[in-house]
């Protein structure tokens, strides 16, 4: 059974000009008929190079940002549909955590208000003493401890940051996680500690995970199926070992081929994947997105748009010759 079920997704951000009178001029395709799902306790990873819409994609499955057109669907309902009691749910039940602990925790907070403003907000709890035992049980369920309650996040580690900002999402017990390139900021020794961190808390929780990450070791270490981005539209989606083992789409072929060997956690694929860079989603290259840097273009592939298409069971690809 699905938690979210994501079909045909786009957004075009409206690009204004006009001198005297603001107009719209054109669009940017950040993200252009987009299909996933996922299941509950499982880990989609979706890889790509920046700027190929992973965050565009993250924001819309939580309604942080509203779409131009598709369907989004959690736990079978629409998400555009949901009334204001269903919103209330939605959010306690879908979380997201970013890249940057630095910039997502409030530094004139403490830890204790900032994990249990929620469940105030939203009457979780019914006294303080409730919402302490609360805030406690989720903060040693990230490795941290009682004593760090009254600090501020300036007084931790880029990591242990990180584990608060988790702490928060997990304290209204969510079902849901979008995980926004998570690890990208911290130090590479400390990357592998907070993936397993969300492995673990999958395991005891069965939570679902949007990760969303440029680096292909990390989506590797982290996801049970995988889904490649490029230019605002997927370009393969299958099970993790199918993507790793037997990938069909040049561009993720091309992808790992560029991963170094042996993996190092932590290290960056980004800039040295492909030859050439990703064209402006403004004005996308006609037919297959991909064929200004593709080995193996031809003709038709100018020309049209390949469809996406199962070549196998639960192995999704788009490209005229995969
Ligand atoms: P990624 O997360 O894969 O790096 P993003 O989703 O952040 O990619 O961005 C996809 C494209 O959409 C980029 O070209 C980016 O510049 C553009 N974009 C993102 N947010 C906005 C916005 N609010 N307004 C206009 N363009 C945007
Ligand atoms: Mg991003």
Redo the contacts with the bound molecule.
């Keep these: 059974m699905s938690i979210l079920q994501v079909d045909n997704l786009k957004?075009y951000?409206p690009?204004e000009g006009g001198l005297l009178f603001k107009k719209i001029i054109g669009h940017?395709k950040?993200?252009d008929g987009v299909s996933f799902s996922i299941n509950k306790g499982e880990t989609l990873g979706l890889v790509?190079?920046?700027?190929?819409?992973?965050?565009?994609?993250?924001?819309m499955t939580l309604r942080l940002?509203n779409m131009t057109d598709g369907d989004i669907l959690f736990n079978g309902k629409p998400i555009s549909s949901f009334d204001k009691e269903e919103m209330k749910q939605f959010r306690l039940r879908a979380q997201m955590v970013f890249q940057n602990p630095f910039a997502s925790l409030n530094p004139r907070m403490i830890i204790r208000d900032t994990i249990g403003r929620v469940l105030k907000i939203h009457g979780l709890v019914k006294n303080d003493d409730e919402m302490d035992e609360h805030i406690l049980k989720t903060l040693e369920e990230v490795g941290l401890k009682r004593e760090h309650l009254g600090r501020y996040p300036h007084e931790f580690s880029g990591g242990q940051r990180q584990r608060i900002a988790v702490a928060r999402a997990l304290v209204s017990n969510p079902e849901f996680i979008v995980l926004?390139?998570p690890t990208s900021a911290l130090d590479v020794s400390v990357q592998a500690q907070i993936l397993n961190l969300f492995k673990t808390l999958q395991e005891n929780r069965g939570l679902a995970y949007l990760f969303?990450s440029?680096n292909l070791a990390v989506i590797r270490h982290i996801s049970d199926r995988v889904a490649v981005?490029y230019l605002?539209k997927l370009m393969e989606y299958a099970s993790k070992d199918s993507i790793f083992n037997s990938p069909k789409h040049p561009y993720t072929q091309a992808l790992l081929r560029s991963i170094p060997k042996p993996f190092i956690a932590g290290e960056d694929i980004e800039d040295k994947v492909i030859k050439g860079d990703i064209p402006?989603?403004?004005n996308p290259p006609s037919g297959c997105g991909f064929h200004t840097r593709c080995s193996m273009a031809k003709d038709i592939c100018k020309r049209e748009v390949p469809e996406w298409r199962e070549i196998e069971t639960k192995h999704w690809v788009a490209c005229h010759f995969a």
Aim: glycine content about 18%; charged content about 20%; proline content about 4%.
């Design positions: 957004k951000f690009i940017v950040a993200v790509g190079e920046s700027g190929s819409g992973k965050s565009t994609v993250g924001l940002l926004d390139e969303i440029h981005m605002g402006s989603p403004v």
